[in-house]
């Protein structure tokens, strides 16, 4: 693979990066109740604050990442990618400092605000550098190494989490996120997708900035290419197999959003889970790669069986956690991740959709399905009804 110098950078960049979010995920549950719930380990007022804080970073993020991506083609990707770096700092460094009441409240402020550019910036970002420095034809490979770090980023930071005191894992989200800042801005070049016309790429979706142009880069408008909703509704009606494809994506989003954000605090409030169980949990979940089965079972019995087999294994996973009579059935249903991982890759790649639409168009409309379905209906109305179901059935 070409340029492997630069690209290794940034393998170490995006898995430090998914390090310092993954790390934090199995304490997070412990740090809200305690903080707002009165040393209770029950209260609706957590769920609450979490369904809101979904909220208005999933609806920041809609606007933000095409935004981010448009001023990355002008100002250069290591530039932009240091603005989700930075800012994934401060939240970790309030937590680390102290736990308190007041010191959560100031994370939960400043993780509204950054989360609008953090979850999903980087990502966004590191698929455009390799996008600049690979050749089209090898770019799925690169894709694939990408997620590939990044499921290890995940498997590692829940396994150290394990081993952390909560003090400590803060301090460690921290560290690696100052270190990611550092190593883009000493090691990690620049992108330059203009070198010879033997090596030119794409054209990006703004010209790059130069002598001539500077006096009028402002000018440019940064919100073009941000599809409209009248977009997605003509993307939607152009293909009766995409739209389908489209409701699955967004009904399998929305439950799947509805039982990442709330499970933990049903395990709490249920079977008095705390962090070390939340990571066991975690590490069956996410331990699970489809790195190595979704290219074998693929050829075999087609991408539209495995998607089957993973929506099943989903609701499998969601039912057996919903009727958990026992503190061993959240691991029993968590080791059917390696079903249930199935769905997302297979909704992007489905064949049947891609002879009337190309993959790139295809993906970012489900991309923006998607995420309206994790921000705006699982967190402003299934916060109640988790609260609620949870804190009834407990007791």
Known sequence: ?????????????????????????????DVIVDAVCGGKEECSLAIYL??????????????????????????????????????SIFPSVILAWKRSTNFFYAYYGFKILTAMVTEGGVICLALAYLADNVREEKRVSAFGILFGVVSAANVCGTLVARLLSTTHIFQAAAAASIVAVAYVSLLLKETTRHREPADLLEQPMLKPETAQNRESSKEINFTRGIPSPMDIICLLKSSVAFSLLACVAFFNSLADAGIQSFLLYFLKARFHFKKDQFADILLLTYGGSTLFFLPILGPLIGEEILLILGL????LNMFLNSIAWSAWVPYASASLSILFSLATPNLYFCPRVHRFISLALASSALDLLMCNANSILVSFAADRLYSEYIYKDTH
């Not at 809101?52 to 095409?66: D, E, N, T, Y």
């Not at 099943?312 to 609701?315: D, E, H, L, N, P």
């Open 1 to 29: 693979m070409e340029n492997w110098g630069r690209l290794s950078h940034l393998f170490v960049v995006v898995f430090l990066s998914n390090f310092a979010t993954y790390v934090v995920n199995p304490a997070i549950t």
């Open 50 to 87: 979490t369904g809101f804080q979904q909220a208005i970073s999933g609806l920041g993020a809609v606007v933000m990442m095409p935004l981010i991506g448009n001023l990355s083609d002008v100002y250069g990707r290591k530039t932009l990618l240091l603005i989700p770096l930075m800012l």
């Open 312 to 315: 099943f294994a989903g609701f």
